[in-house]
């Protein structure tokens, strides 16, 4: 009886350094899930079905370098609200370009407070404003164990 009593203690220590740590810790997600990052497909309610984000959190971008059987896409990041809803890329910053997304795909640590418009930059436009491949995301704080 004292043995398993005690290993029932071990094991609720154990439990609860686990749940400290993970809520200290950053994720890393891949946007889109197993969709990756493709045309056609509502980030923005992937975004919400999978929010909120955290401080320090990686988002993986992923999609294949063009070939004749996919066309290109790049993630760029977009200045403002304004310049998001319009898809409007003439002040926007590219991230990652055509085959960056290959292999593990590109990484972007969300380091800031600020919210952060990402959107795909290809087909003049037509990806993010008819393909859906937009969506933004306003990193939290993390609470510290
Ligand atoms: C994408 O999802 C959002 C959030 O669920 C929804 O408001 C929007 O209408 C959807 N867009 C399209 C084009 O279906
Ligand atoms: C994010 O990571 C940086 C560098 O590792 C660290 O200094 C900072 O405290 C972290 N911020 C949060 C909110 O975890
Ligand atoms: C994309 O960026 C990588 C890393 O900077 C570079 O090596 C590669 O040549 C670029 N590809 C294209 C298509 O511009």
Redesign the pocket.
């Known amino acids: 009886m004292k043995m398993s009593f005690s290993y029932a203690a071990h094991g609720l220590v154990l439990l609860l350094t686990a749940t400290l740590l993970a809520v200290s810790q950053a994720d890393t997600i891949v946007v889109g899930g197993s969709e990756h990052w493709r045309f056609g497909f509502?980030y923005?309610?992937w975004a919400?079905q999978h929010g909120p984000f955290y401080q320090n959190d990686t988002l993986v971008f992923k999609y294949d370098p063009p070939s004749d059987a996919t066309p290109p896409h790049t993630v760029y990041l977009l200045p403002n609200l304004w310049s998001f809803m319009r898809c409007d890329f003439s002040r926007a910053q590219l991230l990652a370009n055509t085959t960056q997304g290959s292999g593990d795909g590109f990484e972007f640590v969300l380091s800031n407070w600020r919210p952060l418009y990402f959107a795909c930059g290809e087909d003049n436009g037509i990806n993010c404003k008819e393909g859906?491949m937009k969506f933004f995301v306003v990193p939290l704080r993390r609470l510290q164990g």
């Open positions: 509502n923005t309610d919400l859906m």
